[in-house]
């Protein structure tokens, strides 16, 4: 009952910001590229060790994250670009994220942090890569669990508690079983495509 309440009042919250941004005109373009932009900061503050300040700020963004596409929608600007923008500059979100948290572990020289980073941002990167080059095979392409909100709420769980290498570890290994998910799931899929292709 409390959480329904609280999920309540933050829907009703989230609600007012969009119809708030709407009745202002505001491209809804420009909400994305301010989010892109607040993560950059954070990722500024990851890099100096502000972790907690950088989760906060990692929050932050996340309003223009969930609201640019409900003004599209609400003022009738929804576009083709708009939805390639959107997706663009959440993969340089990502990935300038995990930039920061690289140059924060390069500057106290803990290199197998500096490993483990890389490798979450293959996945990060290969999870995207893998579900669009799939959907070009077969009809859709959504297995696996670490995608982009699952990722973004953990690093906001590790910077605001100070968990950041369990996080990491998560994100690297669930990451990338995933693509394999991915991988095998497109290749069964395509399989089944193969018989309906050669009678055409």
């Known amino acids: 009952m409390i959480t329904q309440k609280i999920g309540e009042t933050l829907q009703s919250v989230l609600d007012g910001v969009v119809a708030g ?21 954070a990722a500024y503050l990851f890099a100096y060790g502000f972790f907690a300040w950088a989760g906060a700020t990692i929050i932050l963004a996340g ?7 409900r003004v599209a929608r609400l003022s009738k600007r929804v576009t083709a670009f708009g939805g390639f923008y959107d997706s663009v500059l959440d993969r340089y979100s990502d990935l300038c994220l995990l930039i920061g948290l690289l140059i924060y572990y390069s500057r106290i020289n803990r290199y197998a942090y500096v490993v483990l980073v ?25 297995v696996g669990f670490m ?17 950041m290498a369990p996080v990491l570890w ?8 995933t693509v394999i998910h991915r991988i095998m799931f497109t290749r069964q899929e395509a399989a089944k495509l193969a018989p309906q292709q050669t009678a055409s």
């Open 21 to 41: 941004f709407a009745a202002s005109g505001i491209n809804p373009n420009f909400l994305t590229f301010i989010g892109f932009a607040i993560n950059c900061l």
């Open 147 to 163: 995608e982009r909100p699952e990722r973004v709420v953990l690093t906001i769980i590790g910077a605001l508690f100070d968990r």
């Open 63 to 69: 309003i223009f994250d969930m609201t640019d596409g």
């Open 118 to 142: 890389a490798v979450s941002m293959i996945g990060s990167v290969m999870v995207s890569y893998t579900r669009a080059r799939a959907e070009n095979l077969i009809k859709t392409c959504k």
């Open 170 to 177: 998560l994100i690297a290994v669930l990451s990338n079983v």
